[in-house]
């Protein structure tokens, strides 16, 4: 959006929530960098502490482009609109793209904590302040350096927390999949074993010179404490080193000074190894202690490493907490469907045991309830359908059915608008192997197409002995056309009609159903249609119209039978063959046993207009 000649961003846009995403990103990059600056100092085996200047480049070049993104975001927050709260009443609420009065609010409230985080202060210390003290002892340097990466991480590390809100708020979401979150939480507790690893290391530098210093107390006169930066090379150092015995005296086994939990680093040499070596070991540290909440750490009488030592067992106790918590709560919503199912499932079986319900009774119980997970996946499809705006629904009816609905031939005759209305109304259905969609002379509530597997449909005329006709129902095909015969019907009776087949399931079977009111609607789209085609596709693939055929050529075949033998038999006999019209018209309209008449399946009305 413009103003005034500006570009302004809508906070509920596309581009800051994809913004907050790249910036959340870039803070915890930052958040892993810093702790890295924390490694810069290290020892030597002469007992001297060395400044690694090749890594703080390196370091210090990575920590100013991260830098540029806090910059980046501060001009982004000077070009956010933001919503004006007397607006929030009603609705989403009403921008404020005034620029004066971003500039204002903005810097009346977190500007300033931005600017903070956004300062290049361990790059500003490394160059600019520690260069210049040369003639100080090497612990200042350690402690503004520390004080300097601390200083600024604790801001950097909250910042983190309103930005994921922020993220949460508007797309009601951190991450978009329950693995990704579980990763989420997962880097923040590997990052806290990340910085308590760093912190311990560099605490273990200044306990190691600490016990320099006190044996260089006993040493006398000729020890002095700037002989412990690497960067003092006189005669007398090594004169001293060579005679001197503080290297014995440091060491932990000695007893000379207490090390506490930094003992550890010292006895396998840590501070002297390669930066690699240091990091993976004190990331392992860091990850060991915390996990088991610092359990296995023995301190000495030192304060500020007893306060260490807590800060580690309460931080492992709340982030352990948290995370386990925040994953199991992530991984069980990739689950929660099939505890639902498994709970109903186990509801059903403990049901079945209490009513006694015979075994093949449950086999078919089971084989439904497993069939409509495997397509479903759980999911109740109509009422997450019902939850959207009208114009969405459709969209995706039409995504799932249409390509679905062009298979059935009945519907071949209809345009795209028709086929769209009929979409609407489809409802998916699910059927089993052995299910019985409908018994012969039950009411017929809704009409099926089929999409996949097959049916098996037959009828004994409404029980009649020595009649049975039997069919198989694919996809492409229809049962229920008794309700469609009475949908188009336009004084329909008030009861549903009667099924004169059975149909039973012969595999899984996908199809869609068309309940009677929904099919009323149809109905009247068949009725606009006014297509003699129409009344032959119904036919055709009507399992009752191809019944009444079947019946009517075998009926027709066996008088022709009849009179053939009738015509040979006279001529045998030498009598006068006539025909038998009046006979052959009065057999024409009875079934195959000649006891009762064929009925004739009613005919649907595709050509009476719908009443007003």
Request: charged share 20%; aromatic share 12%; proline share 4%.
């Amino acid at each position: 959006m413009h103003a005034g000649g500006r570009l302004f961003f809508d906070p509920r846009g596309h581009l800051i929530h994809l913004w907050n995403k790249i910036f959340l990103s870039a803070c915890l990059l930052s958040l892993f960098v810093d702790p890295l600056f924390l490694y810069l100092t290290g020892t030597q085996r002469n007992m001297c502490i060395e400044f690694k200047y090749p890594l703080a480049l390196t370091l210090s070049m990575i920590r100013s482009l991260l830098d540029l993104f806090y910059a980046v975001h501060i001009l982004f927050r000077f070009r956010t609109a933001f919503i004006a709260p007397s607006s929030r009443v009603f609705g989403r609420g009403e921008l404020v793209i005034q620029p004066y009065k971003i500039a204002r609010r903005y810097l009346g409230r977190t500007f300033w904590f931005d600017l903070v985080t956004a300062l290049p202060l361990p790059q500003f210390v490394i160059w600019m302040v520690i260069p210049r003290l040369n003639e100080s002892p090497m612990a200042n340097r350690k402690n503004i350096l520390r004080f300097s990466i601390l200083s600024q991480y604790l801001p950097r590390l909250f910042q983190i927390f309103p930005l994921s809100r922020q993220i949460v708020m508007a797309t009601g979401v951190m991450t978009e999949t329950a693995w990704a979150g579980a990763a989420y939480n997962l880097i923040l507790y590997m990052l806290a074993s990340h910085v308590l690893g760093a912190l311990w290391y560099l605490f273990s530098v200044q306990r190691q010179e600490s016990c320099w210093r006190e044996a260089c107390l006993l040493a006398g006169p000729a020890c002095q404490t700037m002989s412990f930066d690497c960067k003092t090379v006189s005669g007398n150092r090594t004169v001293w080193y060579e005679l001197g015995n503080i290297t014995s005296l440091c060491a932990t086994s000695n007893g000379f000074y207490p090390f506490g939990i930094y003992g550890e680093a010292l006895d396998v040499k840590l501070t002297s190894s390669s930066f690699t070596q240091k990091y993976f070991y004190c990331f392992w540290w860091g990850l060991k202690n915390l996990s088991c909440l610092g359990q296995n750490l023995s301190t000495s009488l030192f304060i500020g490493e007893i306060a260490f030592a807590i800060v580690i067992g309460v931080l492992g106790l709340v982030l352990f907490g948290l995370l386990i918590g925040n994953m199991q709560s992530y991984l069980q919503a990739t689950m929660v469907r099939l505890e639902e199912w498994r709970s109903k499932r186990t509801d059903m079986e403990r049901w079945m045991h209490h009513r006694q319900i015979p075994q093949p009774l449950k086999q078919c119980v089971r084989r439904y309830h497993q069939y409509k997970w495997v397509a479903t996946r759980g999911v109740d499809e109509e009422a997450l359908l019902k939850d959207l705006p009208m114009d969405i629904r459709r969209d995706i009816k039409r995504h799932l059915c249409l390509d679905l609905v062009r298979r059935v031939p009945l519907f071949d005759e209809m345009d795209e608008r028709m086929l769209e209305a009929i979409c609407e109304r489809l409802r998916p259905a699910l059927y089993t192997r052995g299910t019985r969609l409908v018994r012969e002379l039950d009411p017929v509530d809704s009409m099926l197409f089929i999409i996949r597997g097959y049916l098996d449909s037959y009828t004994t005329q409404g029980g009649r002995s020595g009649f049975f006709n039997s069919c198989r129902i694919g996809a492409g095909e229809f049962c229920g056309e008794e309700l469609l015969t009475w949908a188009l019907d336009p004084r329909p009776a008030a009861a549903l009609p009667l099924s004169t087949r059975t149909v039973r399931a012969v595999s899984e079977v996908e199809a869609f159903a068309l309940v009677a009111d929904d099919l009323r609607f149809v109905a009247s789209q068949f009725r606009r249609l006014h297509s003699a085609r129409v009344r032959h596709r119904f036919r055709f693939y009507s399992q009752q119209w191809r019944t009444w055929a079947a019946c009517f050529i075998q009926a027709a075949w066996r008088r022709h039978k009849r009179r053939r033998a009738s015509v040979e038999i006279r001529v045998r006999e030498g009598g006068v063959v006539r025909a038998g019209g009046g006979s052959l018209r009065r057999s024409r309209r009875h079934s195959i046993d000649g006891n009762a008449p064929i009925k004739k399946p009613m005919e649907p009305d595709f050509t009476v207009e719908e009443e007003n």
